[in-house]
Structure formats: structure tokens, C-alpha cells
């Protein structure tokens, strides 16, 4: 059946970069503390703790949860943790009993090994809890929709599926989490950014005109994934360098680029109509991704977003977002850890051509997405960011589809494309052919365009 989202266009209904993030910013949450506990007694009556299952122990899911912990007075308990790794598990547990004591009631009972451990951390919770969905993205559709079978609360990051046929899945997950009334954070922190929301506010008012032009820039040193060991298995080989394998996380351009994606589409509060693109792979160690992509994205009214995502050694590096209008730009993020956020009267991006900036340091938008959820669980708030997500997830999909086959892409194609990495995820096990083989000298194949079928 085809599907289409273009009359509900509107977008308003590093592997590092969130530890340095939360290093170099100490502000916090701004929900007050008075409001969280005022609304401790909405949750579970008798009992007011919240509790959290950790599904995926990287990085992201740790940080997750110790974001989760930031908020003031939220009474919320990391519960169960779930992984596919028992080393990784383990490492997550050891950080969070060291940083947050016994606000971690993970009993060695509730940590869950193996491709199923998703829903028995997630069968642990009650209803008003919460499952933190922090896999990478293959699985990210699947263990949605068991959560919401469920009928708990979500928390999941980004990327969320990695080709169309998952992305559907997700949609459809998320249609159904509305229809329960569940709330679902998704980890596009920058939409809770106040700096960026300030921004934003004047564009919508018209401080640029009319926006024609849009640019996007994720350009930094590379990606490496090492020649597997034959005795290394191959499914876990690839999960566990995930960035590099398109199946796994969508590779990086979905993986990490979908965030400046989301945040340009937010700016022009519509999803692009088409895309066409170009990129390759200059250094075969990136693994089965190219190593630089640019992408042209046509909004319906004809404004142009240009995404640019390159991970090479020594080359120009910047990590920044602009906006060109009629009267005006725009700095949308100067750099991750602070945005600066500004206005210029032209398009000379200079000291002397500053008409407004935002005038302190932005808010730390990790833990301002859970101050947000949490208190939306707890006082029964409407708070759904699953869709949303969702799109955004396309959008980049759809970029990724131009690149890797030298075609223009419409939103149709993208939306309704029956190309799929995995034809059974549900059922992957570390006996599965992996997706993607390497060739006799260890180096994995990439995307050629004019050849590669992505639509």
C-alpha cells in the first residue's frame, strides 16, 4: 500500500559528542523542582517511583539515564538494563552505581543478555513507566512497538530505522503510542534547546523573510572499522562498529547527520519534497558507507536544504548550521557545545552585520528532553514526539537513497520503497548471514551510483 505524508508536512506536531556536550555545559533542566514534586503523586498511586529499563547499554543509553537522573526531584529508578553484551551491560551498571548510587535497583536478576532481552526488561516495567530504547537503530521499530504493546512510556534516541520498510514500522508504532496516550521522548534534544527555540521564534516572525536556503555541515575526521579476525563473528563484528555498517545504524549520515537534518526542517517547519545527492568513499576502512556525502534537498515552495557530511583526516572540520532568508541569516549552531545563536541583517555573516543574539548560554538540552517527558508522565501532559521523529528519519533516508544511487528521490519514493537490509529482523540471531560480507581482502563493498537499488 503506498503511503504518503505530504499533506501533514508540518514538522510541528561524534561518537563522543554527548559526553563533551555535558562536559562543557552545567545548566540545568529548566523544569522546577517545586513542579516535580507537586506532581510525584499523579504517577502510580501507592507508589511514586518511575521506573526506567535500559534497553541498550552504549554510550547514548548510559548517558540517557543519567540524564533521566538530572531532573529535580523526579522519582525515577533505573529498574532493568538489556543488552546484546554482557561486557557492555556490565560496564554501564559499574558507571552508574559509581555516579548514582541507589538510584540503580538493578538486581542481577533484571540484567537480560541476547537479542530477546528487550522484552524482559521491558516486561519488568508497569504501566507509567518507562523503557529506554538505546540500541542502534536496526532494532529500534521492533522493540518501539513491543513498548507500546505494553502500553509504557518511551524515551528512544536517534537514528530510529534504517531503511523504509523499518521507518514505516516506526510510523505505525508511533500511531498507535498516540492512540494510548503514551509518552514518547525521542533523542532530537536540539528541539528542546531554548537558544535554538529563541531563534526560531524570530524566523517564524519573519526577522529573515522569506527562507530560500538552508545549510547543514557535519565535517570531521573519520570513521575506521578494522578487518574482522576470521574467528571474530560476523554479525557481532558489524553491531559492535555499528556507524560503519549502513544495516546496523543507517550509517552516519543517518546515524548522526539526521539531527542538523531535523533542526533545518524545524527552521522551515516543513519536510523537503525531493532530494538528489553525491558522495563516495575515498578510504576503505570507513566500511560499507561512502566518507562524504552532500545532499540537496527541494522544499515544495522551491527553498533548497544543502547537507554536507565528510569524515576524513586533515580537512577544513566545522560541526554548524545557517539559514539564509530574503532580509537576513542566520546562525542556527555555531559548534555542539554552545549554539550562539544569531542574526545578521545580510548575508555577510559578520560582527558589524549582527542584529540580535541570544544573550546567555543555552540550557543543557539532554536533560531538558527528560525534565520535559517526565513531567508530561507525571501530570498525564500530552506529549508525543514519535512521529516527528519518524519523518525526520525519512528525511535523511531519503538523502541517503540519492547518494548511494545516483537518483533523484521524491518523499513518495522514500516513504513507499520496498529496499531492506534485513528481511526478518525480529528473528536475527549471531547465526544469521550478516547482510553485508566482506570480499577476500576484508574490505566491504559501498554503494555505487547508477548500480546500487536503494528505491
Given at each position: 500500500?503506498?503511503?504518503?505524508?505530504?499533506?501533514?508536512?508540518?514538522?510541528?506536531?561524534?561518537?563522543?559528542?554527548?559526553?563533551?556536550?555535558?562536559?562543557?555545559?552545567?545548566?540545568?533542566?529548566?523544569?522546577?523542582?517545586?513542579?516535580?514534586?507537586?506532581?510525584?503523586?499523579?504517577?502510580?498511586?501507592?507508589?511514586?517511583?518511575?521506573?526506567?529499563?535500559?534497553?541498550?547499554?552504549?554510550?547514548?543509553?548510559?548517558?540517557?539515564?543519567?540524564?533521566?537522573?538530572?531532573?529535580?526531584?523526579?522519582?525515577?529508578?533505573?529498574?532493568?538494563?538489556?543488552?546484546?553484551?554482557?561486557?557492555?551491560?556490565?560496564?554501564?551498571?559499574?558507571?552508574?552505581?559509581?555516579?548514582?548510587?541507589?538510584?540503580?535497583?538493578?538486581?542481577?536478576?533484571?540484567?537480560?543478555?541476547g537479542f530477546d532481552a528487550y522484552q524482559k526488561a521491558i516486561d519488568e516495567l508497569r504501566p507509567g513507566d518507562i523503557a529506554i530504547l538505546t540500541t542502534h537503530s536496526a532494532f529500534r521499530p521492533l522493540h518501539l512497538e513491543y513498548a507500546v504493546q505494553k502500553g509504557v512510556h518511551v524515551f528512544m534516541e536517534k537514528s530510529f530505522a534504517v531503511d523504509a520498510p523499518a521507518n514505516r514500522r516506526l510510523l505505525k508504532a508511533a500511531e498507535e503510542s498516540e492512540k494510548k496516550n503514551l509518552k514518547v521522548g525521542c533523542g532530537f534534544m536540539w528541539r528542546h534547546s531554548k537558544a535554538r527555540q529563541a531563534l526560531v521564534a524570530r524566523i517564524r516572525d519573519g526577522a529573515l523573510g522569506e527562507v530560500h536556503t538552508l545549510r547543514i555541515y557535519r565535517v570531521h575526521g573519520p570513521v575506521y572499522v578494522p578487518k574482522r579476525a576470521p574467528d571474530h563473528n560476523p554479525i557481532?563484528?558489524?553491531?559492535?562498529?555499528?556507524?560503519?555498517?549502513?544495516?546496523?545504524?543507517?550509517?552516519?549520515?543517518?546515524?548522526?547527520?539526521?539531527?542538523?537534518?531535523?533542526?533545518?526542517?524545524?527552521?522551515?517547519?516543513?519536510?523537503?519534497?525531493?532530494?538528489?545527492?553525491?558522495?563516495?568513499?575515498?578510504?576503505?576502512?570507513?566500511?560499507?558507507?561512502?566518507?562524504?556525502?552532500?545532499?540537496?534537498?527541494?522544499?515544495?515552495?522551491?527553498?533548497?536544504?544543502?547537507?554536507?557530511?565528510?569524515?576524513?583526516?586533515?580537512?577544513?572540520?566545522?560541526?554548524?548550521?545557517?539559514?539564509?532568508?530574503?532580509?537576513?541569516?542566520?546562525?542556527?549552531?555555531?559548534?555542539?557545545?554552545?549554539?550562539?545563536?544569531?542574526?545578521?541583517?545580510?548575508?555577510?555573516?559578520?560582527?558589524?552585520?549582527?542584529?540580535?543574539?541570544?544573550?546567555?548560554?543555552?540550557?543543557?538540552?539532554?536533560?531538558?528532553?527528560?525534565?520535559?517527558?517526565?513531567?508530561?508522565?507525571?501530570?498525564?501532559?500530552?506529549?508525543?514526539?514519535?512521529?516527528?521523529?519518524?519523518?525526520?528519519?525519512?528525511?535523511?533516508?531519503?538523502?541517503?537513497?540519492?547518494?548511494?544511487?545516483?537518483?533523484?528521490?521524491?518523499?513518495?519514493?522514500?516513504?513507499?520503497?520496498?529496499?531492506?537490509?534485513?528481511?526478518?529482523?525480529?528473528?536475527?540471531?549471531?547465526?544469521?548471514?550478516?547482510?553485508?560480507?566482506?570480499?577476500?581482502?576484508?574490505?566491504?563493498?559501498?554503494?555505487?551510483?547508477?548500480?546500487?537499488?536503494?528505491?
Amino acid at each position: 500500500m503506498n503511503v504518503s505524508w505530504i499533506g501533514a508536512a508540518n514538522v510541528n506536531g561524534k561518537a563522543s559528542s554527548r559526553r563533551e556536550f555535558l562536559k562543557q555545559s552545567g545548566a540545568l533542566a529548566a523544569v522546577s523542582a517545586a513542579t516535580m514534586s507537586s506532581a510525584i503523586h499523579a504517577h502510580v498511586a501507592g507508589d511514586p517511583t518511575i521506573r526506567l529499563a535500559l534497553i541498550g547499554c552504549g554510550g547514548r543509553g548510559t548517558g540517557a539515564v543519567g540524564d533521566a537522573f538530572s531532573v529535580p526531584n523526579a522519582p525515577v529508578r533505573l529498574y532493568a538494563m538489556a543488552d546484546l553484551f554482557p561486557d557492555r551491560l556490565q560496564a554501564s551498571l559499574k558507571a552508574l552505581r559509581t555516579n548514582f548510587g541507589d538510584r540503580v535497583e538493578v538486581s542481577a536478576d533484571r540484567c537480560f543478555i541476547g537479542f530477546d532481552a528487550y522484552q524482559k526488561a521491558i516486561d519488568e516495567l508497569r504501566p507509567g513507566d518507562i523503557a529506554i530504547l538505546t540500541t542502534h537503530s536496526a532494532f529500534r521499530p521492533l522493540h518501539l512497538e513491543y513498548a507500546v504493546q505494553k502500553g509504557v512510556h518511551v524515551f528512544m534516541e536517534k537514528s530510529f530505522a534504517v531503511d523504509a520498510p523499518a521507518n514505516r514500522r516506526l510510523l505505525k508504532a508511533a500511531e498507535e503510542s498516540e492512540k494510548k496516550n503514551l509518552k514518547v521522548g525521542c533523542g532530537f534534544m536540539w528541539r528542546h534547546s531554548k537558544a535554538r527555540q529563541a531563534l526560531v521564534a524570530r524566523i517564524r516572525d519573519g526577522a529573515l523573510g522569506e527562507v530560500h536556503t538552508l545549510r547543514i555541515y557535519r565535517v570531521h575526521g573519520p570513521v575506521y572499522v578494522p578487518k574482522r579476525a576470521p574467528d571474530h563473528n560476523p554479525i557481532e563484528f558489524q553491531i559492535r562498529a555499528a556507524t560503519s555498517f549502513n544495516w546496523v545504524s543507517g550509517g552516519f549520515f543517518i546515524d548522526w547527520h539526521c539531527h542538523n537534518v531535523d533542526q533545518a526542517c524545524w527552521v522551515k517547519d516543513a519536510w523537503p519534497i525531493e532530494a538528489q545527492a553525491m558522495g563516495g568513499r575515498c578510504f576503505p576502512q570507513v566500511g560499507n558507507n561512502f566518507d562524504h556525502y552532500c545532499v540537496e534537498y527541494t522544499f515544495a515552495d522551491g527553498a533548497k536544504l544543502f547537507a554536507f557530511s565528510r569524515h576524513m583526516n586533515n580537512c577544513w572540520e566545522t560541526y554548524a548550521d545557517y539559514v539564509h532568508g530574503a532580509n537576513g541569516s542566520a546562525v542556527l549552531m555555531e559548534s555542539l557545545a554552545q549554539p550562539k545563536p544569531r542574526i545578521y541583517k545580510s548575508q555577510r555573516m559578520e560582527k558589524s552585520e549582527v542584529v540580535w543574539e541570544y544573550p546567555e548560554p543555552d540550557v543543557n538540552p539532554y536533560h531538558e528532553e527528560w525534565a520535559v517527558l517526565l513531567d508530561a508522565v507525571m501530570n498525564d501532559k500530552s506529549h508525543n514526539e514519535a512521529q516527528r521523529a519518524g519523518l525526520a528519519n525519512l528525511t535523511a533516508l531519503m538523502g541517503r537513497m540519492a547518494a548511494h544511487t545516483g537518483q533523484r528521490v521524491t518523499w513518495e519514493q522514500a516513504m513507499n520503497s520496498e529496499f531492506q537490509y534485513v528481511q526478518d529482523i525480529d528473528h536475527l540471531s549471531f547465526d544469521s548471514e550478516p547482510p553485508i560480507q566482506e570480499g577476500p581482502d576484508g574490505v566491504f563493498p559501498c554503494p555505487v551510483p547508477g548500480e546500487t537499488k536503494e528505491i
